[in-house]
């Protein structure tokens, strides 16, 4: 179960062009998106909804008003693009897109559940408060458990770092002693030197 998330969008998108949007989905994550697309002569607008793999997770075709769903498999970022493909090629005219994304506790449908267990408005209230809290405590253990993977990144890229600055210090001493060297036998044989 992921925490929940709402995110709302609307833009406009030219005729013949393509506008797209990445967004965040955690493991086993419900997204439900709600689109509203206006509709313009000889145009249509195409959805494609892929992971960073670019596997294809929903495409939906000539839409105008609806919805698509899908499961994310891994803690991974998604892609929402919106293609305006036709005839009519005047940049003067575009499409208005308005956009729901819901994740988590937010994409589940409560007041099916709430007919199906023949539960009261109050009882529906609360079945959702008790999902929406283990959705933020779902959500903070994944954080943290990011946090310690980042942390730990963190810690070996300092020790790499502080090695690297050890090492640059003696080579830059063994470089000068070397130099220095070479220096004192230069002007010893050009004898300016003693």
Known sequence: MAAVAVDAIMFNLP??????????????????GVYNVTQIDGQQVDILVTDSKRHVLASPKNVEKGRFTFVTETEDLFEVCFTSRGRVFNRDVSHTVEMILKRGVEARSHDELAKAEKLKPLEKDIVYAEQLA?????????????????????????????????????????????????????????????
């Open 134 to 194: 283990e959705s933020v405590v779902h959500e903070f253990g994944r954080m943290k458990a990011r946090e310690e993977v980042l942390s730990d990144t963190n810690e070996s890229t300092l020790n790499r770092v502080l090695y690297l600055g050890i090492f640059n210090v003696i080579w830059l001493v063994f470089t000068t002693a070397c130099q220095l060297k070479y220096l004192h036998s230069y002007f010893k044989a050009k004898r300016l030197v003693e």
């Open 15 to 32: 005729v013949s062009l393509v506008k797209c949007i990445k967004n965040e989905g955690g493991k086993g994550a419900l997204v439900v």
